[in-house]
């Protein structure tokens, strides 16, 4: 067939951009506050941390029947719903504990509290209240660029750690549990965790049966799903689509090329449709080469053969 090598190149190219357009629409773009990310702002080196003292499990569902411990929620990109935030506070209730690091401000509403912003500020915090996650620990090694307000100071609210006056580490009791807001989470990433009182602290504050890393909320909602044009137009500027269409163009071309080389397999001949054929054309052979005397064997041999129905 003549447009066969071509169709076969241009049939998997079509299904190399399919399913990297489809892979590239339902994959989310990777957090870079992941645990399992070792980059600069990963959390990675934290989830080891903590791997060394207790029990830690990645959490990439919605939060549900969870077993007592701490829950670590790094950054949410993806807010909470109301009916998850209503089984986590019921679960802190029963004696369990909740660690917020940098919230959202729309996050804030479920706790009666509002963030201020300023300027990016390296600092180290001081304890301001004495508390049993801050023993051992001098100063917190962290930048931040958001603090809490509490100018009204409720009694139910204590101020762990601040900076110049700036609230960046709060305690909230809930029943039996507590939680934990910190306005930054520069304080466990990867290249501030070295620390030694960062890591005594967060040791001493994530701490329990279990720790919970929450990987959930720390990806967007993807709205659009399936293949677009916007989504044709970004197959090749990703790193993996242009590989795997390198990748289809080589085995298309194999396959032409083993095409042209060897042509196209013919099907198998029935034995003795081949024998005869073949005496006949070694009959033909001979004839041509004056071998009068294999042509008298070949024809006495012929004469002796038994008929076909006559074999056993």
């Known amino acids: 067939m003549r447009w066969q090598g071509p169709l076969i190149v241009i049939f998997l190219i079509v299904v190399v951009i399919g399913m990297v357009s489809l892979g590239e629409n339902y994959t989310p773009e990777p957090s870079p ?30 939060p549900q029947n969870l077993e007592e411990g701490t829950y670590l929620m790094i950054e949410p990109v993806r807010l909470p719903t109301e009916e998850e935030m209503e089984y986590i506070f019921g679960w802190v209730r029963e004696g369990n504990r909740l660690i917020i690091f940098n919230p959202a401000k729309e996050l804030m509403k479920y ?17 301001h209240s004495p508390h049993w996650s801050s023993q051992h620990v001098d100063s917190l090694d962290l930048s931040y660029t958001h603090y809490f ?26 029943g039996s549990g507590e939680i934990f807001l910190l306005s930054t989470s520069s304080l466990l990433s990867n290249n501030h965790i070295d620390s030694e009182d960062n890591e005594i602290f967060l040791v001493q504050l994530a701490l329990s049966e279990k ?21 044709i137009s970004r197959l090749f500027s990703s790193l993996y689509s242009l590989f795997f ?7 298309a071309l194999f396959f032409i090329a083993y095409g042209k080389r060897f042509g196209t397999p013919r099907p198998a001949v029935p034995r003795e449709i081949q024998s005869s054929e073949l005496v006949e054309s070694a009959a033909t052979l001979y ?21 076909p129905y006559q074999k056993r």
């Open 33 to 62: 506050r992941s645990s399992r990310n070792s980059e600069y702002s990963g959390t990675l080196a934290f989830y080891l941390l903590m791997e060394t003292y207790t029990a830690v499990e990645r959490l990439e569902r919605s």
């Open 111 to 127: 706790f009666d509290l509002e963030l201020s912003t300023c300027p990016q500020k390296f600092a180290s915090a001081v304890p």
């Open 149 to 174: 307000n509490c100018d009204q100071d409720p009694a139910d609210i204590t101020i762990l750690f601040s900076d110049e006056g700036n609230p960046l580490v709060i305690e909230i009791p809930r």
């Open 211 to 231: 720790v919970y890393f929450d990987e959930y909320h720390l990806y967007p909602v993807i709205e659009k799903k399936g293949i677009s044009w916007d989504s």
């Open 245 to 251: 269409i390198q990748i289809t163009l080589t085995i």
């Open 287 to 307: 004839s041509r080469a004056g071998k009068r005397e294999i042509l008298k064997i070949l024809e006495k041999d012929e004469k002796n053969s038994p008929l």
